[in-house]
């Protein structure tokens, strides 16, 4: 029985570090790629390619909503020399891409989130959509990021809703971990999760339990705190390496379902759909009061609880000879499904959230 564990080589987070911290780009070169999209760019990506250069870093952009990803990809390859690396700055989509990018033209990588809303920048792995949209499936490659760096005054200027959205993510992370180690099923590497990996996403839900509505009061307010800080650590750290390590479970099959289908007509973002899948997750392993707690505080945060709320309305879906089916096949997709779930528990859960 093979245990692995996968993390990124250095994480960083603090105020202002997108300025203080460039440095330590250049051991991965002195010239990247930077891998965003036009409002991110027009946001951060001057000053970024300015700081850079200050640090002997020469810099280019590629704009995932201008470029397609062949083009980006054929460019990338001609920047196979010494000295380049990617940066993969902004959300979910550039930062995809910026993986994919570093892993076709065997480059380094260090990721720039500008926003705590997910969990996928410390991860090997990208999310791959179609032009419309359409979740198709994930890319593994065989390393995490070398580098991240994590601004919290750049995340305090993101959406607050995009901070929740990140709570709910990693609220997720424990209960989808948890099911997989108590089965002895497979992290995303394919292999058993360490106890380390358990420990992580259980420290990510001590902290956001404890603190998620505290940091966003302070995110409200404009503070950087201590609660905003570990929350955002939480969010992106924590949750990645106990998501990565730890296996996927019902709440993400879900939203890989749903996501995975036009028919559907979801557009809710992935830490919203994920909230819903949680508590789907809670309701058919019969976790009672753990489901009231979670909702509640979902509640809260201004999360949504019901399939209503993200735009699943289950009346119009054949949910047992269609939904719960793709769901229960998401396994075979690296989505562990707890052992005690079948679809008799899947269509009682789905009428407690409907």
């Known amino acids: 029985m093979i245990r692995r564990f996968s993390s990124p080589q250095t994480y960083i987070q603090g105020p202002d570090v997108?300025?203080?911290q460039l440095g330590q780009l250049r051991r991965l070169g002195n010239y990247g790629i930077i891998v965003t999209d036009g409002f991110v760019k027009a946001h951060f990506g001057d000053t970024l390619a300015g700081d850079l250069a200050a640090n002997g870093i020469?810099?280019?952009?590629?704009l995932v909503d201008s470029l397609d990803a062949e083009k980006a990809r054929k460019r990338a390859l001609n920047y196979q020399k010494e000295g380049c690396f990617v940066i993969g700055l902004g959300g979910g989509r550039g930062i995809d891409l910026a993986k994919s990018l570093a892993y076709e033209a065997a480059l380094p990588i260090a990721v720039l989130p500008t926003a705590a809303s997910m969990d996928a920048p410390t991860s090997r792995i990208s999310v791959i959509y179609d032009d419309k949209g359409i979740f198709q499936r994930y890319d593994y490659y065989p390393t995490n990021p070398e580098i991240l760096l994590v601004d919290t005054k750049v995340i305090l200027a993101a959406p607050k809703k995009m901070l929740a959205q990140g709570i709910a993510d990693g609220l997720s992370t424990y209960i989808e971990a948890r099911a997989v180690f108590k089965d002895g099923g497979n992290n995303t590497t394919g292999d058993k999760p360490t106890l380390a990996s358990l420990a992580i996403a259980e420290k990510c839900r001590t902290v956001l339990l404890e603190s998620a509505q505290q940091a966003l009061a302070d995110h409200k307010q404009g503070l950087l705190t201590p609660a905003f800080e570990a929350v955002v650590e939480a969010n992106i750290l924590l949750s990645g390496l106990g998501f990565e390590n730890g296996g996927l479970s019902l709440a993400h099959g879900f939203h890989n379902v749903i996501m995975?289908?036009?028919?559907?007509g979801v557009k809710a973002a992935h830490g919203e759909i994920v909230s819903v899948g949680l508590l789907l997750q809670l309701a058919a392993e019969g976790s009672?009061?753990?489901f009231d707690s979670y909702r509640e505080l979902l509640k809260t945060i201004g999360m949504p609880v019901t399939c209503d709320e993200i735009g699943l309305r289950l009346s119009e879906i054949p949910v047992a000879e269609k939904l719960i089916p793709a769901i229960l096949a998401t396994a075979q997709a690296g989505n562990h499904i707890?052992?005690?779930v079948?679809?008799?528990e899947l269509v009682t859960a789905f009428e407690t959230i409907q």
Do not use: L
């Open 288 to 290: 009672v009061d753990e």
């Open 58 to 62: 020469q810099s280019d952009f590629y």
């Open 338 to 340: 707890p052992v005690r």
């Open 342 to 344: 079948g679809a008799t």
């Open 260 to 264: 995975g289908d036009v028919r559907y």
């Open 18 to 20: 997108f300025k203080t």
